[in-house]
């Protein structure tokens, strides 16, 4: 173990072996940092946060200051890291609210890019890379392999699909379906919408994905989201159901529609996580939106 003289490490926090603490950081009291872990200079380590074995933090960092939220008066949460992360420089990540369960959760293997920002009652799953100033609000729920280019922002109560890859400054105020590219097309300064693009192809080769599962995935792609089926006027909710209808259906396409169609029926957005939260304001005698669309900014269809 190495602590710097300069460093302050308060009395409660629980240091795992081998852990290096470089030049002026902070550790809180009710922290706890497994084995292996770095801190290099200036980074700030504090409130009720556990981190596991090799995690790794750069200059600036700060993790477990209280949550940007006004609906927080300082009861306790929790913030839990895994195994293996890489936070660089300024990457500010927050622990939980009451309204959100209490805790913000990261797993295992992700790489954190300089100024990004993980919000209070967020969900990392493993092996994420956010680019820099990649910014997610709370209550996001990110699965596993979700790689976002530079200077995203994703809305609060945004769930992103697995392998799924966001294009650089994309904002992100949708449910993003797994295995896909979301992006604005690169005419942007044209009005381009925002939406789906392809297959996260070159993603899912590098996970080891096989060409037949892939192409399963293309094909799914080009029924659900081509300029085809688009304009063919078959609604996406019923092309799903035929697909999931198919009893030899692909393993990663069944996963892509159920992910779709827990999304369909939660407002023009889809965001699925935002119709389950406690504090909603809706008046009892509303209709229900019949005019709701897809997941992941709807390509201009409504279903039908």
Do not use: W
Request: hydrophobic letters at 35%; glycine letters at 12%; one cysteine or more.
């Amino acid at each position: 173990m190495s602590i710097h003289p300069t460093a302050t490490v308060e009395a409660g926090a629980r240091l795992g072996a081998d852990v290096h603490i470089d030049a002026f950081c902070l550790v809180g009291a009710d922290v706890e940092l497994g084995d292996g872990c770095r801190l290099h200079s200036r980074v700030s380590i504090t409130g009720h946060t556990r981190v596991g074995a090799g995690c790794e933090f750069f200059p600036g960092a700060v993790i477990g200051c209280i949550p940007q939220d006004v609906k927080y008066h300082g009861e306790m949460s929790k913030l839990e890291i895994g195994q293996r992360n890489v936070f660089r420089e300024l990457v500010t990540v927050h622990p939980g609210t009451a309204g959100g369960g209490s805790v913000t959760r990261i797993g295992d293997g992700n790489l954190f890019l300089i100024g990004a920002h993980i919000a209070h009652d967020c969900t990392v799953g493993n092996g994420c890379i956010l680019a820099n100033y990649a910014q997610l609000a709370g209550h996001v729920v990110v699965e596993d392999y979700v790689t976002f280019g530079g200077q995203c922002g994703v809305h609060h109560f945004v769930s992103i699909g697995k392998h799924a890859f966001i294009g650089g400054m994309t904002p992100v105020n949708t449910d993003v379906p797994p295995f896909m590219v979301f992006s604005a097309s690169r005419s942007q300064s044209q009005g381009s919408p925002i939406r789906v693009r392809f297959v996260n192809r070159v993603g899912l080769q590098r996970h080891g994905f096989t060409q037949e599962q892939i192409g399963a995935l293309t094909g799914t792609y080009m029924r659900l989201y081509s300029r085809r089926a688009r304009v063919n006027g078959i609604s996406i909710h019923t092309t799903v159901d035929d697909i999931l209808a198919d009893p030899t259906v692909e393993e990663n396409v069944e996963y892509l529609c159920r992910f779709l169609k827990r999304t369909f029926a939660h407002g023009r957005h889809g965001r699925y996580l935002e119709s389950l939260r406690q504090d909603r304001r809706s008046s009892p005698s509303a209709p229900p939106n019949e005019d709701a669309v897809a997941v992941a900014g709807d390509d201009g269809r409504t279903p039908r």
